[in-house]
């Protein structure tokens, strides 16, 4: 079977994000013998004309969109992007092919019957898309019909027929290393200084309230064997010359055993001058030995999910960790000299203005002034997270399209705006603040320009630290002054 798949994603902040789940799915596709095309919108200036050509040149028979943000996951001027996505991608598709159109990606996991209706589509595939997208390919080929396959959601004749729970695969082991060079051009990615992107396991056992991914991958830990991810490492390395990797799990070091055993298998596997960086780092799960395998293993930086530096908030929040753990997994990235991006999410539900300087303080005592200080405030509510079901049972009409549209949580004590205005006012005390709702907002010809002055200046620094570097120069010369005077001046009012 023909199958043209299409990276939908089309927003680049931090960076543009390589479709590297996609690429899993295509390799699954060919290993089952179908015809694949791949077709990366990240960087289309013109969707249509690119769409038309894909579909001329390669006469698909089956088309697989995958859908990657609902939104920016703000809490506070949230930016909706399935319009875009909608607009730019799956209305131009419909007009161009008639045949059969099916949706997957993190974003459908989330909400996929509500993004089908959305979209008016026929077809979603929920959670792991490999091996569901296989079977659904060669049903079709068949020509039986899907209904039935497990993580596929149905649409027809405007009516949602099937709505599955999120597939997922038993053994990740049995999956192909794709090789993304040999399905999309990466040079655009390698201007932006985008990683690649691997995982050590899917699953997560955490009980985060604001949190989905034990909704879209369990909560069972599915874990790949260690020796199998650093040699994965070394094969994507050597295949596309891209030398940054991320580790995407949803928290990278739970298990700590399992994570320790990865670090061990790339530390035995040798020096590959390799820069690497994780998200999801889990302060309760910070130990001594931990951070010298990092170190080992080279690490250049990670993001740290603290998300409040306030026992009450941590527990509003579902964490499994305490203002002690944040405090001690900051003094040991630091000891390491592992730079670190921390991961505050405040105004969810509780928030107080004792809290939030309680949280404030904590943080600017574990992070280094070159750390970077990532603050997003309110929290966006999505289907399935426990919040989400504490929500409906409250008040059952807090969500037209069951979250799909931007839903936020209220804080109680306070209001989002108060939240956000206390947190800009602490920010501009701080060079190594960033507010997440607007300064994400970087131009793409800036960001571009950051990485080729780091790269020539300074190539084993995150980027992040170029932002941190212009706050200080500001505030050396006056202008972070003038900034924290006018907004006091201009907010007095709501501030006290």
Same mark, same amino acid.
């Given at each position: ?38 077709? #990366? ?8 004309? #690119? ?76 959670? #792991? ?119 995407? #799990? ?247």
């Amino acid at each position: 079977m023909r199958i043209l798949l299409i990276n939908a994603n089309r927003f680049k902040h931090p960076w543009p994000v390589i479709p590297f789940g996609l690429m899993c799915v295509a390799s699954v596709l060919e290993r089952a013998g179908h015809a694949i095309r791949v077709l #990366d919108l990240c960087f289309s200036r013109n969707c249509l004309r #690119d769409l038309r050509t894909a579909i001329a040149e390669h006469q698909p028979e089956l088309v697989g969109v995958s859908i990657r943000n609902i939104d920016n996951s703000a809490g506070y001027n949230t930016l909706f992007l399935l319009e875009q996505t909608r607009n730019e991608v799956i209305i131009p598709l419909k007009q161009l092919f008639p045949g059969p159109i099916v949706i997957g990606g993190p974003a459908v996991g989330i909400s996929g019957a509500e993004i089908l209706e959305f979209m008016d589509l026929p077809y979603a595939i929920r959670g #792991d898309g490999e091996l569901a997208m296989a079977e659904l390919a060669n049903l079709l080929a068949q020509g039986r019909d899907p209904l039935g396959l497990p993580g596929l959601v149905i649409r027809r004749g405007g009516q949602l027929l099937q709505d599955s729970p999120p597939s997922r695969v038993p053994d990740l082991n049995g999956l192909p290393t794709p090789n993304p060079g040999r399905y999309i051009d990466l040079k655009p990615y390698r201007a932006f200084n985008s990683p690649l992107q691997v995982q050590t396991k899917r699953g997560c056992a955490l009980d985060c309230t604001y949190c989905t991914y034990n909704e879209i991958e369990g909560r069972r830990y599915r874990l790949r064997d260690p020796e199998l991810v650093a040699r994965e490492i070394h094969d994507l390395t050597a295949a596309t010359g891209i030398e940054h990797v991320e580790f995407t #799990d949803s928290t990278f070091n739970v298990p700590l055993k399992h994570c320790k055993e990865v670090l061990r298998a790339l530390v035995r596997l040798g020096n590959m001058n390799l820069k690497m960086r994780t998200m999801g780092l889990n302060p309760g799960f910070v130990d001594e030995e931990l951070v010298d395998l990092m170190q080992k293993a080279g690490f250049m930086e990670v993001d740290l999910g603290a998300e409040a530096g306030s026992e009450a908030m941590l527990r509003s929040l579902g964490k499994n960790f305490n203002k002690e753990d944040v405090l001690r997994a900051g003094r040991l990235l630091q000891e390491k000299n592992i730079p670190v991006t921390w991961y505050l999410l405040v105004g969810a539900p509780g928030e107080t203005r004792e809290t939030l300087r309680e949280t404030f303080d904590t943080v600017n005592k574990a992070a280094s002034k070159w750390d970077l200080i990532n603050v997003g405030v309110g929290v966006r509510v999505y289907r399935g997270a426990p919040m989400a079901r504490d929500m409906l049972a409250e008040n059952p009409h807090c969500t037209a399209d069951n979250f799909l549209r931007p839903v936020h949580c209220k804080p109680g004590a306070l209001s989002l705006e108060q939240v956000k205005l206390l947190t800009k006012q602490e920010a501009l005390k701080h060079p190594n603040y960033f507010m997440y709702d607007e300064d994400e907002n970087t131009p793409e010809l800036v960001l571009r320009m950051g990485v080729a002055l780091l790269k020539l200046f300074a190539p084993n620094q995150p980027l992040f630290r170029l932002h941190i570097l212009l706050r200080t120069i500001q505030k050396c010369l006056g202008i972070g002054l003038v900034k924290r005077k006018l907004f006091a001046w201009r907010y007095r009012a709501r501030l006290q």
